[in-house]
């Protein structure tokens, strides 16, 4: 089955650029290692300009964000790109982790809703965003004094929540396995959860992924 490729990029200002890759190739050597014929590209980082920003307001104050529509706005327009420049290869799917909360105005109240993460496709086209606010590790769990820990654990939530959204945009549904598809009550179960598909979601990928091969010759 031929190669897939998933734009990767970020949005938004990180502490640790270094962490986000550490993400994407443990999700590139995760799918190498199961035999799954997609990978992560990274494309460099994606910046929104400023008059997007939208005022919310918390418990803490105003907050200024980019909106939901905004951010994926901006990476069908960098997945469009992509494809035109990198027309050789099978590319249809852009991936974003960002640095801030993901928040989208009703357009009929006056309130915002938040996401974990969030899919559209637009003409075939699938973009998927992933805020990385609800996994960052808490002093009251790890405790004072190991940042090693800390980032490992950082990097291993986010890894499962990529795989989890990259789960959906193949056809997954959410399942009550130990599985990064089962999503979690809190962070104690996702840290309990295995970095993987369950065999059961497993076989289902696959099926899925034979069933769109077919279709995509069926169409050829």
Known sequence: MPMEFIAATYIGSFNNKELILDVYDEVNRYFAREDLP???????????P????INLQTEKGTLKLYPLEAILDALHSKLLQEVETKG??????IFALVSFPLVSRNPYFDFYEQFFGVQEEKVGLRMMVLSVKPFEPGVSELGVGDPLRIKETFKERLVKGVLHEIGHSFGLSHCRNNCVMNPPANMREWD???V????????????KLSLMEFEFEEGC
Do not use: T
């Not at 993987?196 to 099926?207: A, E, Q, T």
């Open 38 to 48: 997609f990978r992560m590209l990274f494309v460099g980082k994606l910046s929104i």
């Open 50 to 53: 400023p008059g997007y920003l």
């Open 88 to 93: 050789s290869i099978r590319m249809n799917k």
């Open 192 to 194: 309990e959860r295995m």
């Open 196 to 207: 993987g598909y369950c065999d059961s979601c497993f076989l289902d990928i696959k099926r």
